[in-house]
């Protein structure tokens, strides 16, 4: 639109973001709520958000800071997950937003531990797909949220996507 106030809330909301939710071990808390307590939780989806609103912010102002950013969190995310099973303690979904920024970022900057990561995750979930129904049963088995299967379909989507095509806007 070449309307400046919209790149200019941007930068001010990231900015934000960056002095009120960013924890010392460089990765996003989840919110603050009315009374100002953080809640502290690490989900994987924040972290692809925050990866994303990076990569948006340097396509729309060419700041070579917001790309070293995206790259910093995408390491120390995925460093952070890849420990102790940690990307199986969060939904899938959740995972599904996570990889889908890293291979968008990976199309402006190729790293190929991205796409290694999200192979070995949806590779292992692959064991939870029930051969009879083709539905994954990720624990607890409590029924068959469309959330999961979305999130299933979506990372398997992303190793079929051709590297270096995915774009930031779809």
């Not at 790293?111 to 292992?124: C, V």
């Not at 299967?149 to 779809?170: E, I, K, M, T």
Request: hydrophobic share 40%; glycine share 6%; charged share 15%.
């Amino acid at each position: 639109t070449k309307n400046t106030s919209y790149r200019d809330t941007a930068q001010q909301r990231y900015d934000w973001v960056n002095s009120c939710m960013l924890a010392p071990d460089g990765l996003y808390w989840d919110h603050i709520d009315l009374a100002g307590n953080i809640n502290k939780m690490l989900w994987s989806y924040n972290q692809g958000m925050m990866v994303g609103a990076s990569l948006l912010l340097y396509e729309a102002t060419g700041e070579e800071t917001y790309l070293q950013r995206a790259e910093q969190l995408a390491q120390t995310s995925l460093t952070f997950y890849s420990q102790s099973g940690r990307f199986y303690t969060q939904p899938v979904i959740f995972n599904a937003i996570f990889f889908r920024n890293l291979l968008i970022l990976d199309a402006v900057r190729p790293h190929g531990r991205y796409r290694q990561a999200l192979r070995e995750y949806t590779n292992a979930l692959a064991q939870a797909v029930d051969p009879a129904t083709g539905l994954l049963m990720v624990q607890p088995y409590t029924g068959v949220p469309l959330l999961n299967q979305a999130g299933y379909v979506q990372l398997n989507a992303l190793l079929a996507w051709p590297r270096g095509q995915y774009h930031l806007l779809a």
